[in-house]
């Protein structure tokens, strides 16, 4: 698989939306994936605590903000797990990262966070988006798709291709997992264990028959330890096929009942058309008539009686 150059952006409009991914980058609230023990090992740049960056960001801010503006750009960038194995390929990769942000926004970029307490490195940061002229404008670096896919080609030439890295798939559509999705997946995979799997003892040496009998009670045991997990991904996956044929029988229901509603609508259409174009006596004998059909069955019951 090819290693890939990972560059995300996020657009932060409210105090309290900064606050709350600076809380996060700061390790000031649980962070379920993140390793207590290497926490110590994050870095920042720009502030040292979350009150000195929310300091930095509000002195950046213009006096007046449209009340939905974008406030701050945060940024996560990474890459493919296997590209950053090697420390020094690493420190390249990010030190140009920062080297293109810096460039970027300059001053504006207010805080800058290295997290290493996590399965992948990767790096925060956080810029409010003023533009040449000055003015508080988030569309002059993020505005529509293509200038977003400009970005990404942009980080690409100057980040990932240096490091051999490849870009990701343009115009792709794939959307990335929420936040609170991804911790749920990662809070899922803590509680799962690993069966017990009973391993006997090989034969000796040169005994066949032994040896073809350790080898199917291995065979045995591997199977019984993990059928129960085979069987709880077999029943979602029946659930999941059951609930498609559910969905795609009721798609069709709706659309054979809008059909007959469409087609009644019509006819009645066609009656009222009809009527009106009618002579005032023969619209009364036409109506007559209706409402003797209505009753013959009546007759016809009590006749029967």
Known sequence: ?????????????????????????????ETPNADPERTKDNQHIGAKTRAEAMAAYR???????????????????TASPEAL?????????YND??????????????????????????????????????????????????????LQDEFWEKVGK??????????????HQAVKRFYGLVEEAARYTMPTIEIPKPPRLGAIYDLEHWQKTVQANVRAAVAPAFEQAK?????GDVERQQGQAAQRLAAQRDAEAKKLRAELESTR???LTLPIDQLVAQV???????????RDQNRGR
């Not at 240096?162 to 959307?175: D, N, T, V």
């Open 273 to 275: 058309q009809a009527l």
């Open 162 to 175: 240096p490091s051999g890295l490849e870009r990701g798939i343009k115009g792709s559509r794939a959307k």
């Open 1 to 29: 698989m090819a290693n890939k150059c990972i560059m995300r952006t996020r657009k932060l409009k409210t105090d309290g939306n900064v606050g709350a991914s600076l809380s996060h980058s700061f390790r000031d609230r």
């Open 85 to 93: 194995k090697d420390p020094k390929a690493s420190a390249k990769y």
């Open 97 to 150: 990262a920062l080297a293109w942000l810096r460039a970027k926004h300059g001053k504006n970029l207010f805080y800058v966070g290295m997290h290493y307490d996590e399965k992948t490195p990767h790096l925060y940061a956080y810029a409010v988006p003023i533009d040449e002229r000055g003015k508080l404008n988030c569309r002059s670096f993020l505005g529509g798709r293509e200038k977003l896919s400009a």
């Open 59 to 77: 002195k950046l801010l213009p006096e007046k903000v449209r009340k939905n503006g974008v406030r701050c750009i945060e940024y996560l960038i």
């Open 288 to 298: 007559q008539a209706m409402r003797d059909k209505g009753r013959k069955p009546e």
């Open 235 to 239: 029943a979602r996956a029946v659930a």
